[in-house]
């Protein structure tokens, strides 16, 4: 004869917030175990691949954990990937680069307007 497992508490229904497990407990009563919601690992905000060096939490949880484990020590630590920052620099590196060569073509065509 099968044992009955009865409701603990919250929603009867089935919902993600109300995930629950059939445990065996010492007295050998089988019980509901609520199960919480599974966290999301954090994302790039450009590309949206996983974050590596940040763990995956609930929003709440991320409050009471230091801020050397939200983040990595990199510019845009926590919120890009490595990827992602190396070519924000390349891309600075370049439009510094054009503007310098843009000046010295315009430099070089005063002289030569002139004459």
Do not use: W
């Given at each position: 004869?099968?044992?009955?497992?009865?409701?603990?508490?919250?929603?009867?229904?089935?919902?993600?917030?109300?995930?629950?497990?059939?445990?065996?407990?010492?007295?050998?009563?089988?019980?509901?175990?609520?199960?919480?919601?599974?966290?999301?690992?954090p994302?790039c905000?450009?590309?949206?691949?996983?974050?590596?060096?940040?763990?995956?939490?609930?929003?709440?949880?991320?409050?009471?954990?230091?801020?050397?484990?939200?983040?990595?020590?990199?510019?845009?630590?926590?919120?890009?990937?490595?990827?992602?920052?190396?070519?924000?620099?390349?891309?600075?590196?370049?439009?510094?680069?054009?503007?310098?060569?843009?000046?010295?073509?315009k430099?070089?065509?005063?002289?030569?307007?002139?004459?």
């Amino acid at each position: 004869m099968a044992q009955r497992v009865t409701l603990r508490k919250r929603t009867p229904y089935n919902t993600t917030s109300a995930r629950r497990r059939v445990v065996k407990t010492p007295g050998g009563k089988l019980v509901y175990q609520h199960l919480k919601k599974l966290p999301s690992a954090p994302k790039c905000g450009d590309c949206g691949i996983k974050l590596s060096g940040v763990p995956a939490l609930r929003p709440r949880q991320y409050a009471t954990i230091s801020k050397t484990k939200k983040t990595v020590r990199r510019a845009y630590g926590g919120s890009r990937c490595g990827d992602c920052v190396k070519q924000r620099i390349l891309r600075a590196f370049l439009v510094e680069e054009a503007k310098i060569v843009k000046k010295v073509i315009k430099s070089q065509q005063k002289p030569a307007g002139r004459k």
